[in-house]
């Protein structure tokens, strides 16, 4: 079965217009990000059982926390940082979820023992709380590109992997080369798309991030869960997680809009490949 995510932050900050947007494109599932303009990290428990009552109410199961944990200099106090993946292990729980995305840490190109050193410790922080830690490639980060991330995965027992197309590209990896060393080894899989020479987003297979292969890898056997990162339009909170600028090839009137053609994108795709919609995603 394949499962479909979605960060609806970019569709509305209110988690009432996420909740819109999710079921009106079948999406049951929620990587949480950011709710009435704040990020996950700051949420305070208080807060997180409410939005997870209401989430629970309108039938959407959360499947990550898309954290940003690992989105600072690997100078940085650390120990400080480690206390930010405790706050966000316990709002895990809270969500009902037991997965959490992270990064790997920017200026970290020449510290990679301390990167792994502090993945390693991050990751036991997170095993005491029945959480498990997903590693995303993403630009400046230590592990942005093919030959980095296989390192990391390498030396970092009990990490586990997000493979996000479009950011490889936008840090000039192949995506014929990536899909081939690291599908089998992801977990599950952030869907943007980019047009690789000009590093414009577009919904997905409109770009060079072979979204249509990817999708064709994966075994009708297998459960695996597509979580829909559309980046077609800036949207609340873009600045606190991406310092860059977003360039789109096309335009839209809403973040509602942005969304559904995002979704609806995705969703041409998975049937293109024989799946039907069923309860709780797709099956062929």
Same mark, same amino acid.
């Given at each position: 079965?394949?499962?479909?995510?979605?960060?609806?932050?970019?569709?509305?900050?209110?988690?009432d217009?996420?909740?819109?947007?999710?079921k *009106?494109?079948?999406?049951?599932?929620?990587?949480?990000?950011?709710?009435?303009? +704040?990020? !996950?990290?700051? !949420?305070?428990?208080?807060?997180?059982?409410? $939005?997870?009552?209401?989430?629970?109410?309108?039938?959407?199961?959360?499947?990550?926390?898309?954290?940003? !944990?690992?989105?600072?200099?690997?100078?940085?106090?650390?120990?400080?940082? *480690?206390?930010?993946?405790?706050?966000?292990?316990?709002?895990?729980?809270?969500?009902?979820?037991?997965?959490?995305?992270?990064?790997?840490?920017?200026?970290?190109?020449?510290?990679?023992d301390?990167?792994?050193?502090?993945?390693?410790?991050?990751?036991?922080?997170?095993? +005491?709380?029945?959480?498990?830690?997903? %590693?995303?490639?993403e630009? %400046? !980060?230590?592990?942005?590109?093919?030959?980095?991330?296989?390192?990391?995965?390498?030396?970092?027992?009990?990490?586990?992997?997000?493979?996000?197309?479009?950011?490889?590209?936008?840090?000039?990896?192949?995506?014929?080369?990536?899909?081939?060393?690291? %599908?089998?080894?992801?977990?599950?899989? %952030?869907?943007k798309?980019?047009?690789?020479?000009? *590093?414009?987003?577009?919904?997905?297979?409109?770009?060079?991030g072979?979204?249509d292969?990817?999708?064709?890898?994966i075994?009708?056997d297998?459960?695996?869960?597509?979580?829909?990162?559309?980046?077609?339009?800036?949207?609340?909170? $873009?600045?606190?997680?991406?310092?860059?600028?977003?360039?789109?090839?096309?335009?839209?009137a809403?973040?509602?809009?942005?969304?559904?053609?995002?979704?609806?994108a995705?969703?041409?795709?998975?049937?293109?490949? &024989?799946?039907?919609?069923?309860? &709780?995603?797709?099956?062929?």
């Amino acid at each position: 079965m394949i499962r479909l995510s979605a960060f609806a932050d970019e569709a509305s900050p209110s988690l009432d217009g996420q909740i819109a947007a999710m079921k *009106r494109n079948g999406i049951d599932y929620l990587e949480i990000r950011g709710v009435n303009g +704040e990020n !996950i990290l700051n !949420i305070s428990f208080e807060n997180a059982r409410i $939005y997870a009552d209401q989430l629970a109410e309108a039938g959407i199961k959360v499947w990550s926390i898309g954290s940003p !944990i690992g989105k600072v200099k690997i100078s940085s106090d650390l120990e400080e940082h *480690r206390n930010k993946l405790r706050h966000i292990c316990e709002l895990a729980k809270i969500f009902g979820t037991d997965k959490v995305r992270i990064f790997s840490f920017f200026e970290a190109y020449e510290c990679e023992d301390k990167v792994f050193s502090e993945l390693s410790e991050m990751v036991k922080i997170a095993a +005491e709380y029945g959480v498990g830690l997903y %590693h995303e490639n993403e630009k %400046h !980060i230590y592990g942005d590109t093919l030959e980095r991330v296989l390192r990391i995965m390498d030396r970092v027992e009990g990490l586990k992997l997000v493979y996000d197309p479009a950011n490889f590209l936008e840090v000039g990896e192949d995506s014929e080369k990536t899909l081939e060393a690291l %599908h089998s080894r992801t977990d599950y899989f %952030h869907i943007k798309d980019v047009i690789s020479e000009t *590093r414009t987003l577009v919904p997905a297979g409109h770009g060079d991030g072979r979204i249509d292969e990817l999708i064709a890898r994966i075994s009708p056997d297998e459960d695996k869960t597509l979580t829909l990162e559309p980046h077609l339009k800036v949207f609340k909170g $873009y600045a606190e997680i991406d310092a860059t600028e977003m360039k789109n090839k096309f335009e839209y009137a809403t973040n509602d809009d942005a969304f559904d053609a995002a979704a609806q994108a995705l969703i041409s795709l998975i049937k293109a490949q &024989g799946y039907k919609k069923v309860e &709780g995603g797709y099956n062929k």
